[in-house]
C-alpha cells in the first residue's frame, strides 16, 4: 500500500485494528499509529496487523492438551474462521501489490497457478483418505463426507471473491477498515 499509494492525494486510510477507527490520509502516519497503539498485533510484517483482530481466539480445540475430552469427540473445525482465512487471503494479495509491487497481471497469473496447485493436492488427498477409509470399511457416509470436505470451496477456491482488484479492495475496505480512495 506504502509503495503504491502513499503518495496519492486522496489517500485516506482508517485503522480498524481492534476496533480502532482512527483516520489517515498520510500511509506514514498510519504506520507510526500502528506501531505505537497496536504494537501487539505487529509481528515482522506492517499487514499482517490487518489480520491480527482474529488471531488470538480460542483454537483450544487442536491442542495436545489432556482436557478429559475424548478426542475422537472433539470438534476439529472450531477453531476454522473464514472471515480469518479470507483476511490472510487480502492481506497476501496486498502484500505481493504493494509491499513485492507484484502487477494485476503478474498476481492474476499466481493466483491461478496456486488454485490449480492447492485443487491438485485437495484431489491427491482426498483420494488418499478415501482409500484409507475404505481400507477399514468405513461406511459410505464417512466416505461421503470425506468428499464434500475436499471438494468444498474452501480449499479448491481459497481466491474465490477476489478475482478482480474491485472486490479486493471492497473486501479490505468492508471487512478489514482498509479505505483507499482512488
Known sequence: ??????????????CGIEGCSRNYTNFFSFKKHVYRKHRSCVGKDLLAA?????????NDALSDDDDGVNPTSRSYSESYS??????????????????YKVTEVHLSSIVDDVSALLD???????????????????????????TNVFDSPVLTQPFAGFETKYLQDKFMQEKMGLVVIN
Open 50 to 58: 490487518a489480520i491480527c483482530e482474529g488471531e488470538g481466539e480460542d
Open 120 to 146: 491438485r493436492k485437495a484431489k491427491y488427498t482426498k483420494n488418499k483418505m478415501l482409500d484409507i477409509a475404505n481400507t477399514f470399511n468405513l461406511p459410505a457416509a464417512v466416505c461421503d463426507e470425506l
Open 1 to 14: 500500500m506504502a509503495a503504491v499509494h502513499s503518495w496519492e492525494p486522496n489517500l485516506h486510510i482508517v
Open 82 to 99: 473464514e472471515i480469518d482465512d479470507r483476511r490472510f487471503v487480502a492481506v497476501f494479495m496486498l502484500k505481493s501489490r504493494a509491499v
